[in-house]
């Protein structure tokens, strides 16, 4: 185990760098430039620098900012360092949205936990306005203790969803077998943090601790590399250098990545919609039984 942990260290630095070396990037790494407030401005704190943002919660209110621009197909990389402490009930999420009626959408969401016990990396993909399309994990490290990558690929074949640069799951285009994806309408990126209390942890057993407010997630470098959306899809669906994600070698998980996506898998999921027979009543969503990478 030590030594395949060092190859996951030394295989998500090649990754990165090999990204790096294609990206033509276009956030500022600045959030005041990059971003506006949703809502709560009295909630949200940014470094003088405009590099590090906070995102607080307490009875109050919760708080959310959202990307300048509009997207349509690109990846999205942000440093997150989670509400450190007791964070039950609370939700941070890191997530693309369309914000229509029947809205695509790509989720990261954050189930917080009391002390001692895993916080809960969940994962969804709206489609079309539909979503039931959840899956869960255990991470393999604290995400407390310090600032973690959470990236989303998103192009013409597939969504890849990464930590730390390891491909955590797939969701893949296939529409020509009937199978629902966002293709074409684009998207915000955002980031909030709200009470999930209901739900989010121990299926809603477990509630806010408000002693402990105010909660605070922390927001680090970032990266946006994407389509920006000028009204004419044909334009962000081509391939070409600029959209660099849409070219064919992007169009799968290569050899290394899909033996992380299997460990993952093996050692970390906690959940997968596609498994779950008695919520779907053996109706199981045709993506499942189609291939991930």
């Known amino acids: 185990m030590k030594n395949f942990s060092r190859l996951i260290f030394l295989v998500t630095i ?10 033509s990037i276009i956030s500022t790494g ?17 470094s003088a620098d405009g590099r590090t943002r906070s995102l607080a919660f307490d009875k109050e209110s919760g708080s959310e900012i959202a990307s ?3 997207y349509l197909f690109g990846q999205f990389d942000m440093k997150i360092k989670l509400i450190p402490g007791n964070s039950a009930g609370i939700v941070v999420a890191f997530y693309l949205a369309s914000d229509q009626p029947n809205h695509d959408e790509v989720d990261f969401e954050f189930l917080g936990n009391v002390p001692g016990k895993p916080i809960t990396l969940q994962t969804n993909v709206y ?6 399309r959840e899956e869960r994990i255990n ?5 407390t203790q310090d600032f973690h990558t959470y990236s989303i690929l998103w192009n013409l074949h597939q969504i890849v ?38 739900w989010a942890t121990d299926g809603g057993k477990t509630k806010i601790d408000w002693s402990q407010a105010p909660f605070v997630a922390t927001l680090g470098n970032y990266s946006i590399d994407a389509c920006i959306w000028k009204g004419n899809a044909r334009f962000c669906r081509a391939e070409s250098e600029n959209n660099w994600w849409n070219k064919g070698q992007f169009s799968t998980l290569t050899w290394t990545q899909r033996r992380l996506f299997k460990w993952v898998r093996k050692y970390h999921l906690t959940y997968n919609y596609c498994t779950d027979n008695q919520r779907f009543q053996n109706n199981i969503p045709i993506e499942c039984s189609l291939p991930k990478y």
């Open 30 to 46: 600045d959030f005041n430039k990059d971003f506006y407030v949703n809502y709560s401005p009295n909630h949200i704190n940014t």
């Open 127 to 132: 489609v079309d306005g539909s979503d039931n």
């Open 68 to 70: 300048n621009d509009m």
């Open 161 to 198: 969803f990464m930590v730390d640069w390891i491909p955590i799951r797939t969701y893949r285009n296939h529409a020509d077998k009937g199978a629902k994806y966002p293709r074409w309408q684009p998207m915000e990126l955002k980031l909030s943090i709200w009470n999930g209390e209901t």
């Open 14 to 23: 090649f990754i990165y760098l090999f990204h790096i070396t294609l990206a």
């Open 139 to 143: 991470m393999w490290f604290d995400p």
